[in-house]
Nanobody, 125 residues
Framework: QVQLVESGGGLVQAGGSLRLSCAAS????????MGWFRQAPGKEREFVAS????????LYADSVKDRFTISRDNAKNTVYLQMNSLKPEDTAVYYC??????????????????WGQGTQVTVSS
């Protein structure tokens, strides 16, 4: 059973930075993909970024491109989301998600089978 645990959320001022981590356990990830999603109060969950475990492909939402960077450490089974130049509209619960087959990058939440519990990111103005 795959388990995902996010960490690194918190309160930061606009313009600041945070790095989220997602530690995956339950299997060795040599294929598949990881994604970051977020959900703000009263809004639907939205895609943020995706990376696969085998290749260097990444995918970003337009709203975070050039500000956020997704990366992975295969040895630690951990995926990171470096968030720079944060804006109040980035405030949300951030979730990581895992797909264990097919090493592509995926925007739709339908492609992910496993989800973490989420970590709160609050950006003050």
């Amino acid at each position: 059973q795959v388990q995902l645990v996010e960490s690194g959320g918190g309160l930061v001022q606009a313009g600041g930075s945070l790095r989220l981590s997602c530690a995956a356990s339950g299997r060795t990830f040599s294929s598949g993909a990881m994604g970051w999603f977020r959900q703000a109060p009263g809004k639907e969950r939205e895609f943020v970024a995706s990376i696969n475990w085998r290749y260097d492909d990444t995918l970003y939402a337009d709203s975070v491109k050039d500000r956020f960077t997704i990366s992975r450490d295969n040895a630690k089974n951990t995926v990171y989301l470096q968030m720079n130049s944060l804006k109040p509209e980035d405030t949300a619960v951030y979730y990581c998600a895992a797909r264990t087959q097919n090493s592509g990058v995926y925007r739709s939440s339908n492609f992910y089978s496993y989800w973490g519990q989420g970590t709160q990111v609050t950006v003050s103005s």
